[in-house]
């Protein structure tokens, strides 16, 4: 497999699934390079799970073509259509789907006795995969008697251990709580590198998105909104859904100024002052709208020394969250959200400063 | 969309195969049923020579049958629901002692069949030889205290039996009623009676309307009763009017055609509004979720309630039990037996006279048929409508659960004619009993088993399918074995049902295919009603190892499921 590393190992092409006259994917297009981590990012209803689903075969696309390994397991065009059993991929269901009649072992050699492997074949395996997501010890537990974190990790090894071509998770983290998902995460990103395989993830959450990720595929309403690595998808949303919904975001619309544009940073002029922002190279019409993540402004009592995008703001609400402090000030005709961890304690009601990095402030396209 | 050649082969054989046996099985004999409805050419002559509507108005000289079946109807249903609502109340909502034991004795009269409630009650309430008519007479009354062979007699009977219908139905709502929405009403400051009227009723109503219209069809359709209790007294209902046409000589084909299909165009509207009411009418309450309901302290009252409890099974279970037992046991059955009276030899006959003993093995032949194909059958149909993706799978339930609207009586009425014109000369053997059970128990089997079916997470089957086990090796590894419990309560709930069928068999069975549940009635109108009693107990008796088989085996897979 010499050009494997130039051919992408799955490619999904105009890809539309409708439920009856429902449109679900609107015609979707992406590619996963072997080994890598692909996420299917977006809001409930946004047709991530469908996309994944039409992936694995269990759902029939509409229209559209996806390849695996460079040959089409669906193509309307060509009118082909492989049944999910025979695509060679394996999958991990938001539910685990763990089979409660049968134990720990049982379940996890169930891929292998379908390929008909030997029985040394089968317990060696089965026992190697129980091990690396350390469930060794129970394996001859019945499944039903398992918590749901130990589930999600027999459904794990019953996913990998044989050697599927492709891995699918449809929401795998999403039914354990906030702790035991956050452990998880770091535990599954791990066993991916480890086992090296090309594989798609399909998630809500923001924070397993971007821990789990090569590149993120934010989807909305059947269509994506954006393709990127994690830190293009923070750090330069490319629109308004993005930038909210890629964790939280101010949006400052105004008029472009560019008689002020200087040092390749586009003006902004607002009911609150003139904002300098970074437009990436993306195209500056009249009215514009920047992005600004909330954790990246400053506010303080004094006035910082910076000469742009400093503005004196009141403090308008002051709460305590724990790991954050969150503070909206009133800037302008609009409340303003600032997030920090080790904010300087401000009195509700009182003035200070607000302040932000020009790099910080990214353009939008509309 | 185009299907690839390769793509869910065995599943499209499979569903194929399904959509053609159901189609055979219940469209086939509706057509032949519809035919006949509406052949007005030469009674001799197949096929039809003219078509037209002239049977139909037939119907209009016989206003008196008309009137008595919704006399019947209505009197019995109205029974049903008070009994239903009554006992619903009491056993959900209310302290009175004993609830879970009671709970679980109300399917007791659903057992019990409307056959033998009917043939017991008859022993208890005929105007001359009732044994309660014997006993007033005793006390010095004068003629008789009670007429069994009325229309009230009928309804009786059948409330009794339908009572616990309306139980589960109302039940199930009252269960599934958040007590919160009460507990809010009372909160804000309501009184008792104003929660009651403005939160708890509104909320049960659509649950209690539709067990109204689905006992009230079941009416409509009823046979057994109405044949036991009306015949003596030539009080005609459609069904039994309906058989009439077809036992005498010569035989109203056209008339009875027409009579069973206004009563199966009647039914099937009905059943249409019910669904619509269970579906629409629901509001909040029905969320899937079982709630503990608030139970009232009802005080004192609760002996009275208590009593309530008592009399409904004692009148539905009980009393019918064991006056067939006293009438089986006695020589000559009277209400005041002579000691020298007492005999076991109807029960020696039962099983020793041929007419029985072929019946009866006959019943548990097509039972054991019944149930085993019927599973097969009904468990892959079951899969095709609700986990298949194939196109048509929605006409195929619609199909499936279409006898339901249809009486068991008219619908062998369109077998008897579709079968017998059939190539294969099955007509007057067993295949027909059989191949007529199978189709009628069609939407039992088919319920019973996706209720199960829809239990089952999806994604269990859907994770064998990506591991890549074939159709096949799936439905065997994990589909079949997770469905085990259901197919064991519909292997055995088929079998009950075909021991019990009267319907279909009384019309359908020939001299050489006698079947225990019509052999019951001929004995009874033909011979000795002391034998018909020892009779009717001995299936009863069949039944209730069946069913306690059936409860044993459901409460150990559910266990083993749930743990």
């Known amino acids: ?17 409708h439920y009856g006259v429902v449109p679900a994917v609107r015609g979707v297009s ?17 047709g991530k799970t469908t996309t994944l689903r039409a992936i694995a075969g269990l759902e029939k696309p509409s229209a559209g073509e996806i390849r695996i390994g ?8 060509r009118s082909v259509n492989i049944p999910a059993e025979k695509r060679g991929l394996s999958m991990v269901f938001q539910s685990y789907a763990i089979w409660p009649h049968m134990s720990v072992f049982e379940n996890v050699a169930y891929g292998l006795r379908v390929r008909r492997e030997s029985k040394e074949a089968i317990v060696e395996k089965v026992d190697r995969a129980l091990d690396m997501v350390q469930m060794r010890p129970y394996r001859d537990r019945g499944a039903s008697q398992l918590s749901g974190g130990q589930q999600q990790r027999v459904a794990l090894a019953r996913a990998f251990v044989f050697q599927p071509a492709v891995l699918l998770f449809d929401e795998p983290l999403s039914n354990l709580d906030a702790k035991l998902r956050a452990d998880m995460r770091i535990e599954l990103r791990e066993l991916q590198h480890r086992l090296g395989i090309t594989s798609v993830y399909v998630t809500h959450d923001l924070e397993e998105a971007l821990a789990m990720s090569d590149r993120i595929v934010v ?56 904002v300098y922002g970074m437009a990436h190279g993306r195209p500056a019409g009249a009215d514009l709208t920047f992005s600004v993540r909330t954790v990246h402004l400053q506010l303080s009592a004094q006035k910082p020394a910076a000469a742009r995008n400093v503005w004196p703001v009141r403090v308008a609400r002051s709460v305590f969250q724990g790991d954050f402090t969150q503070v909206n000030v009133a800037w302008g005709d609009q409340v303003i959200v600032v997030r920090g961890a080790a904010m300087e304690p401000l009195a509700e009601g009182s003035g200070a400063f607000l302040s932000v990095e020009p790099r910080r402030v990214v353009l939008l396209e509309e | 969309m185009r299907v690839s050649r390769f793509s869910f082969k065995p599943q499209a054989i499979a569903g194929a195969f399904v959509a053609i046996v159901a189609g055979l099985l219940v469209l086939y004999p509706v057509a032949y049923l519809l035919q006949a409805a509406l052949d007005t050419g030469d009674p001799e002559a197949r096929p039809p020579t003219a078509y037209g509507f002239d049977n139909f108005a037939g119907l209009l000289e016989y206003p008196q049958i008309i009137l008595n079946t919704l006399t019947v109807s209505f009197a019995a249903t109205a029974m049903a629901l008070v009994l239903g609502f009554l006992m619903a109340w009491i056993l959900t909502r209310t302290n009175v002692p ?47 205290l009670i007429d069994i062979n009325t229309a009230a007699g009928i309804a009786w009977v059948m409330a009794l039996f339908e009572g616990s219908v309306a139980f589960v139905m109302i039940g199930a709502v009252m269960k599934s009623m958040d007590p919160a929405l009460e507990e809010a009403s009372q909160v804000m400051g309501a009184s008792r009676i104003r929660t009651m009227l403005r939160v708890t009723l509104p909320l049960v109503l659509p649950g209690v309307l539709g067990a109204a219209i689905f006992v009230f069809a079941e009416m409509l359709g009823s046979f057994a009763a109405a044949l036991v209790l009306g015949l003596p007294s030539r009080y005609y209902v459609v069904t039994t009017a309906i ?44 969320t899937g979720k079982a709630f503990r309901p608030r139970v009232n302290d009802v005080g004192r009252l609760r002996y009275l309630l208590l009593a309530i409890c008592l009399f409904y099974l004692f009148a539905s279970v009980v009393l019918p039990l064991l006056t067939l037992f006293y009438a089986s046991i006695q020589k000559i059955s009277t209400a005041f037996p002579a000691a020298s009276n007492f005999t076991t030899e109807h029960f020696t006959k039962a099983f020793t006279m041929n007419a029985a003993t072929t019946a009866l093995g006959n019943s548990l032949w097509l039972g054991l048929w019944t149930a085993t194909l019927g599973v097969l059958l009904m468990g ?26 249809v009486p068991r009586l008219v619908f062998a009425f369109g077998m008897m004619w579709a079968w017998l014109m059939f190539p294969i000369p099955i007509y007057g053997t067993l295949w027909l009993l059989l191949i007529a059970y199978l189709t009628v128990f069609l939407p039992l089997g088919v319920r019973t088993i996706s209720g199960v079916m829809l239990q089952i997470d999806k994604s269990l089957e859907e994770c064998a399918q990506m591991c890549g086990a074939s159709w096949g090796y799936r439905i065997r590894t994990v589909t079949v074995p997770l469905l085990w419990p259901g197919l064991i309560a519909a292997w055995l709930l088929l079998f009950v049902a075909s021991i019990r069928e009267l319907g279909a068999s009384i019309l359908l069975m020939g001299p050489h295919s006698k079947v225990i549940t019509p052999s019951i009635v001929e004995s009874w109108f033909a011979s000795s009603t002391e034998l018909t009693a020892a009779m009717a107990l001995i299936q009863t008796a069949v039944v209730a190892i069946a069913v306690s088989v059936l409860l044993a085996v459901t409460r150990r897979a559910t266990a083993h499921i749930t743990d």
């Not at chain 1, 460079?70 to 065009?77: I, L, N, R, T």
């Not at chain 2, 043939?119 to 005929?126: K, R």
């Not at chain 2, 799978?393 to 499936?400: D, K, L, T």
């Open chain 1, 70 to 77: 460079g040959a089409p397991v669906y193509s309307s065009a």
């Open chain 1, 219 to 274: 989807m909305r309403d059947g269509l994506i909104a954006q393709v990127g690595s994690p830190g293009d998808i923070y750090n330069t949303p490319r629109n308004a859904f993005v930038a909210d919904f890629v964790g939280s975001a101010n949006l400052i619309r105004g008029r472009h100024r560019a008689d002020l544009d200087a040092d390749g940073l586009v003006a902004l002029e607002t009911a609150g002052g003139v």
């Open chain 2, 98 to 144: 004993g609830r879970r034991l009671f709970e679980q004795m109300m399917v007791v009269p659903y057992y019990l069949t409307p056959l033998l409630g009917a043939l017991a009650w008859s022993l208890l309430g005929t105007p001359e030889s009732g044994f309660l008519n014997q006993a007033y007479r005793a006390l010095g009354g004068a003629e008789y």
């Open chain 1, 1 to 17: 497999m010499a050009d494997a590393a130039r051919t992408p190992h799955i490619e999904v092409e105009n890809l539309e699934i």
């Open chain 2, 380 to 405: 892959l149909i079951s899969w095709i409508i609700y986990r298949s993706k194939l196109p048509g799978a929605a006409a195929i339930e619609y199909i499936v659960m279409f006898p339901q609207a």
């Open chain 1, 30 to 46: 992406f590619s996963v390079q072997p080994g890598e981590q692909l996420t299917l990012l977006g809001p409930s209803g946004c």
């Open chain 2, 243 to 286: 058989y009439q046409f077809m036992q005498q000589y010569p035989p109203k084909i056209p008339l009875a055609a027409a009579m069973g299909t206004s009563l199966f165009v009647v039914m099937f509207v009905m059943l249409f509004i019910y669904r619509r009411i269970i579906t629409a009418g629901s509001y909040v309450t029905i």
